[in-house]
């Protein structure tokens, strides 16, 4: 009997929002809902960084519901218009509202010194940085006296770090394409080096190929390029001290000949009185006296330029050069200071001679240290890192991870002593933002500038503190640690990687993160959409935080200026569709995803038809242009595209 019912005109019914994974992908409603569940805990967004007023920042955060704020002090010179008051003020709404405080430092300040008075490296731009980011850790201290308030702090300000591009299967994933090297004695950011051709007239089998490729894809292949750099430059300062050594050496032939030699044994001591005498009694010599005594001036003067070319030669030698090269450095400087002393004996001439041959020592021995050694493997010349041309040039990022550790150890050493009076619980957080599209976007070079800031806060603690090592540890993976921009992270698209990279990078770095940044791009440009709207894998990055990390403990903020900007409305609502988050704190429907659709105006995806003004419905069927202006016609509508509310 039942088989005698048809069913086929049914209506079967469409999508619901009822469906969990309403304004998702996965049901074709449009919608931003990321596909991850998060509740709405420690889930807020920052104060605009174009406004010193960030306690209206606040209450406006606030009467949206967030339950956690950013406070954004901006550029250098904002941060200074915002009244200590201000802080005392936040920390009593914060107090009163359970809203979890965070504090964003100064975005162009760079941790490791550059950007100094001429855009260079200056170890006294490195200090007053640090001071500037210690008034901001009081800052934070200020706002919640009793826990550890994050403090966000960029791990780079400089915008030339190494770029990458992704490798071939089988190869290393980061490849360098652009490398910047900075010169240590000037701060300078000095050359770029990049992949190349090199066309060599010696050997013509590599000519017809095209050339000789120089690549920057492996470790080996940098160093090679960065000692080619520092050769090339040492090899300049070598023959520099050469030619000055030849011009002094050209004019004193004449102090070696034996007539020279005895007018000197005459000059020795010589004073005027004896001068007027020889004068009188024999004015041949007097002449001749008087002629070396001119020619003994120039050749001093080649001397002193000679002598000042080496010692600054030495000079970046020793400052520059292996701890092997120091060694013998100062080897080389104890024959010398003998030698110093041997020729300020004997008379003029004669301390001229010996004072060349001091130089010539110095030159010949100090050519002999600064020389490349290796020994030949496999048909290649594996040279030993300790010996060549001073590391005058290095990656910028070298250098800098160098001071910017030092910046960041210190003040997390400060926030301990100083801020948690030695109780690590109550010290602000040093939580550095990777900055893939300035510095360090190779995530293994980023862990290592948190590893290294954490190692000296380490050192700091054992050496001022008299703390164990295990417990120092503990206390500098409290108190430092990282801020996970999202959005900078997808930026490494623009280069040719893929959500694949974006993801790895997050499993490597989850277990450093202490706060996080969630925005929206596509990659190309930091454009500050909010969550869902770009083609950032915000599901897989979150899962990834939420096992490795602590996701679900820690303040996550949204930064969405750039849509703030262009739509004139805020991203929370949004974010909480996104985040598909629970009305009502617990994981369990209905869900933000589901009801965005729901509101006035059928929700920011929705069409623009749900606007329609009731008046004009008997209009739609006479042109278009009798229908609304939401849907490209010439009769204003009364509801807002962006807010449902009245037009004025």
Same mark, same amino acid.
């Given at each position: ?108 300040? @760079? ?74 004695? %000037? ?143 100062? #080897? ?14 004997? @008379? ?28 030949? $493997? ?6 030993? #890192? ?15 991870? @160098? ?6 150890? $210190? ?88 959500? $694949? ?53 820690? %303040? ?43 509101? #006035? ?48």
């Amino acid at each position: 009997m039942a088989d005698d019912y048809s069913y086929e005109s049914f209506y079967g019914g469409g999508i619901s929002s009822f469906e969990p994974e309403y304004g998702s992908a996965k049901n074709g409603v449009p919608g931003n809902f990321t596909g991850y569940r998060l509740n709405a805990y420690r889930l807020g967004f920052p104060g605009s960084v174009q406004t010193a007023n960030q306690i209206t920042e606040a209450v406006n955060a606030i009467k949206q519901g967030v339950t956690a704020f950013e406070v954004s002090l901006g550029d250098a010179n904002t941060a200074e218009q915002i009244p200590k008051q201000h802080f005392d003020e936040i920390r009593a709404l914060m107090k009163i509202t359970g809203v979890t405080p965070s504090v964003h430092a100064q975005f162009n300040i @760079d941790p490791a010194g550059l950007g100094g008075e001429r855009g260079t490296y200056d170890e006294v731009t490195r200090q007053e940085n640090e001071r500037r980011f210690f008034e901001t850790l009081q800052k934070a201290k200020m706002l919640n006296p009793d826990g550890n308030t994050p403090v966000v702090f960029h791990s780079t300000g400089i915008g030339t770090g190494t770029e990458y591009g992704p490798g071939k299967e089988g190869e290393e994933r980061f490849q360098a394409k652009k490398l910047a090297l900075i010169d240590k004695e %000037s701060g300078q950011i000095a050359t770029v080096i990049k992949e190349d051709q090199q066309y060599n007239p010696f050997d013509l089998k590599e000519l017809e190929k095209g050339g000789a490729k120089l690549s920057l894809k492996t470790e080996e292949d940098i160093q090679k390029r960065v000692f080619s750099v520092n050769e090339t430059q040492w090899d300049k300062t070598m023959n520099t001290l050469n030619v000055y050594k030849k011009e002094a050496d050209e004019i004193m032939g004449i102090l070696r000949q034996p007539e020279a030699q005895e007018l000197g044994k005459i000059m020795d001591g010589l004073t005027q009185d004896r001068l007027k005498k020889i004068n009188e009694e024999d004015p041949e010599t007097a002449q001749r006296i008087g002629e070396l005594s001119i020619q003994q001036g120039r050749i001093g003067s080649f001397l002193d330029n000679n002598r000042l070319a080496f010692v600054n030669a030495f000079d970046n030698a020793y400052k520059y050069g292996s701890e092997k090269q120091k060694e013998e450095l100062r #080897n080389l400087s104890e024959d010398l200071t003998e030698m110093e002393k041997e020729s300020r004996n004997g @008379d003029p001439v004669a301390q001229q001679i010996i004072f060349s041959s001091m130089l010539d020592k110095g030159i010949a021995e100090l050519h002999k240290i600064t020389s490349a050694r290796g020994e030949r $493997k496999d048909g290649k010349v594996i040279y030993d #890192n300790d010996w060549g041309a001073p590391k005058q040039f290095v990656p910028v990022e070298e250098f800098t991870k @160098d001071k910017a550790t030092d910046t960041f150890s $210190k003040l997390a050493f400060r926030s301990f002593d100083e801020l948690g009076k030695g109780d690590a619980s109550k010290a602000p957080v040093i939580a550095i933002e990777n900055m893939n599209q300035m510095g360090y976007a190779k995530p293994e070079d980023f862990k290592k500038v948190i590893d290294k800031s954490r190692d000296k806060f380490v050192d700091m603690l054992i050496d001022k503190k008299g703390m164990e090592e295990k417990e120092a540890r503990e206390v500098a993976e409290k108190l430092i640690g990282v801020t996970w921009d999202v959005g900078h992270l997808n930026i490494l698209k623009k280069e040719g990687f893929t959500d $694949k990279d974006v993801i790895e990078a997050t499993e490597k770095i989850a277990p450093y993160v202490k706060h996080v940044h969630l925005t929206d791009n596509f990659g190309y440009s930091d454009s500050h959409l909010a969550p869902g709207m770009g083609n950032v894998p915000l599901k897989e990055i979150l899962k990834n935080l939420e096992e490795k990390g602590k996701l679900n403990e820690i %303040s996550k903020i949204v930064e969405a200026p750039g849509f703030v900007q262009h739509f004139k409305r805020s991203p929370h609502g949004l974010t909480l569709a996104a985040l598909g988050s629970p009305l009502y704190g617990p994981k369990m429907a209905p869900y933000w995803n589901q009801v965005a659709a729901m509101g #006035n105006g059928g929700g920011y995806f929705g069409s623009p038809l749900a606007m329609m003004p009731e008046k004009h419905f008997s209009l739609y069927g006479s042109g278009f242009s009798s229908l609304p202006t939401e849907v490209g016609g010439q009769i204003p509508g009364t509801g807002s595209r962006f807010s449902g509310t009245p037009n004025a």
